[in-house]
């Protein structure tokens, strides 16, 4: 588990080198419009998430699922450094593609191994502490872009030394993850795969009315320079964000051992419509700063808890699928909401567009409560 903590911190230290700038990048140097951040966003995301089908289901009926995972980071590693190189949005497009193609074919692997290695009453805390070491990095990675756009005023750079750490949490991955083989899967021919529990088909409905309002991070760092945070500073501020995330996502997970995931999932998600409906309205750089940690705040309470209710719902040897359906649903949801939000920013501004989001996070709260067991 501390591991593959490690191989996310590195990845995700690379990738946010790059993503937060990468709206001001595709607006300003390559003349792009914000329904087009929405559609890089939205059809990167969608990728990922019919690979985490994909790579789920393989998974389940593999002995080892590491080969997967190592696929996965090495493909994103060597693909998202070359938006350095990028001289129209399409070329964006096409790399975000490839970078996210990697992003499904680990995801469900590597969620379903670490519950095989976690008890099920400690499941909250380690989905936690896995995703507070991808927050870890998140806060690294955009401090490292800073300190180089210091030094020379040159995102490209900064998107081009991105691959040094990526190539690191590939070497750890190799060397330093063990996997015991488990026993393989024979599927008869013409089988297909257990279906869904009722219980998890409602989880996934509900999800994915949350996801539509959950669009893309990159009109938050938009709507922070509209309100005046400087671009000097995107970075510090998204830093911030993650420090957030990173310090309570572990007290998040375990807080659902405790008390609940569907408890600690509501509340997230109430923070969710608050820190959206604030941005939608804010009119100075300080309103962003503190409506950024609320927004860290929901990421610690839901990250952990909405993976740990996965492995809950789901059989032992049925945990690839069902990883993969959830991280279809908020991946593949993720295009008609970010292209939902560009729309609505371009046509009546983003104050209509957040608060469009906030509307469908309190109604998926509520539909979390009366209708998933």
């Known amino acids: 588990m501390r591991t593959l903590g490690v ?7 690379s990738s946010e080198m790059i993503y937060p700038l990468l709206p001001s990048f595709l607006v300003g140097a390559l ?6 951040v929405g559609l890089v966003e939205g059809v ?18 593999l002995p080892r699922r590491k080969p997967l995972i190592v696929a996965g980071y090495a493909l994103s590693s060597l693909a998202r450094p070359l938006v350095a190189v990028a001289l129209a949005p399409w070329h964006v497009l096409a790399v975000r593609g490839v970078d996210r193609i990697g992003k499904g074919l680990r995801g469900a692997p590597r969620d379903a191994l670490l519950a095989e290695v976690t008890a099920p009453s400690d499941r909250g805390r380690a ?4 995703r507070a070491m991808d927050h870890a990095g998140a806060v690294i990675g955009p401090l490292v872009a800073s300190a ?24 750890v991955l190799v060397l330093g993850v063990r ?17 869904l529990s009722p219980s998890m088909r409602r989880y996934l409905l509900v999800l994915a009315v949350f996801t539509l309002g959950n669009s893309s991070d990159a009109f938050l760092l938009l709507r922070a320079q509209d309100a005046g945070v400087s671009l000097a500073t995107i970075p510090l501020l998204w830093a911030a964000l993650h420090v957030v995330k990173s310090s309570a996502s572990t007290a998040g997970g375990s807080l659902s051992d405790r008390l609940g995931r569907r408890a600690t999932i509501t509340a997230g ?21 503190a409506l950024f940690a609320v ?48 729309v609505l920013w371009q046509a009546y501004g983003p104050g209509a567009a957040l608060l469009t989001g906030a509307g469908l996070a309190l109604a998926a709260a509520v539909l979390l409560r009366a209708w998933v067991r």
Do not use: C, K, N, Q
């Open 148 to 171: 180089l756009l210091l030094w020379r005023s040159d995102l490209r750079l900064v998107f081009a030394l991105a691959a040094i750490p990526a190539l690191a949490s590939v070497i």
């Open 179 to 195: 996997e015991e083989p488990r026993a393989r899967v024979v599927a008869a021919p013409g089988a297909v795969s257990a279906p």
């Open 31 to 36: 003349r792009a419009g914000p329904a087009f």
């Open 295 to 342: 927004y860290g705040l929901f990421t610690a309470l839901t990250e952990g808890a909405e993976r740990a209710l996965v492995a809950d719902l789901a059989p032992a040897d049925g945990r690839g699928h069902a990883f993969g359906a959830f991280h279809a649903v908020t991946g593949v949801m993720t295009l008609p909401a970010s292209v939902l939000t560009g």
């Open 127 to 130: 989905y936690g502490f896995h």
């Open 7 to 13: 191989v996310s911190l590195l990845t995700d230290l």
């Open 269 to 289: 998600w109430v923070l969710f419509a608050i820190a959206y409906a604030g941005l939608a309205v804010a009119s100075a750089a300080w309103h962003v700063w």
């Open 44 to 61: 990167a995301e969608s990728i990922a998430s019919l690979m985490r089908v994909i790579a789920g289901r393989v998974s389940d009926r």
